[in-house]
């Protein structure tokens, strides 16, 4: 822990603003603003949801973005509630990891409407890096690289499913 009151200070905000980062996350996913969703990411994000589903780590945010959108968008409505963040903080870099729940829901759905997953984000965090019109240095927190890691799930993962395809009809 740093000694003097300025420095505390100072990471008392970091870690305000970092945090505040995964709950900007979490409410542009479910009011489906991805122009908000964008700014919570750096140009060269690394997004591993292996643990979700996804067969590889996707690199790059704006082959990111698309991914997300696709998933949740047929959706009739999502929630992600985060909590218990733990956060280190070095210089401008920084490592957040935090709880996860978020259920989705599709009312059409065939059989049970929900679909809910626990488990938690490790987010690994910069300061100052690739804003999308903010310059290079402009002294806000992205996410980096970050993970999912589901522990436990339930209801009809089906959903997400029949939600891309309600999208395409």
Known sequence: MPNDTDAKVQLLLDRA?????LYTYATAIDTRNFDLLATCFTA???ADFRSFGSREI?????NWLPIIQGT???LDATQHLTGNHVIT???DSATLVAYLQALHRLDTARSDPEYT??????CDMARGEGGLQ???HDGRWRMRRYSL??????GNRDILRQAQRRLKS
Do not use: A, C, F, N
């Open 149 to 154: 890691q589901v522990t436990w799930h339930r």
């Open 89 to 91: 903080v070095d210089g």
């Open 134 to 136: 903010d310059g290079p």
């Open 44 to 46: 060269d994000l690394e």
């Open 17 to 21: 603003d970092i945090s505040q980062v």
């Open 72 to 74: 949740i968008e047929g």
């Open 117 to 122: 997953v626990g488990g938690y984000y490790t």
């Open 58 to 62: 996707i690199k790059g945010r704006d």
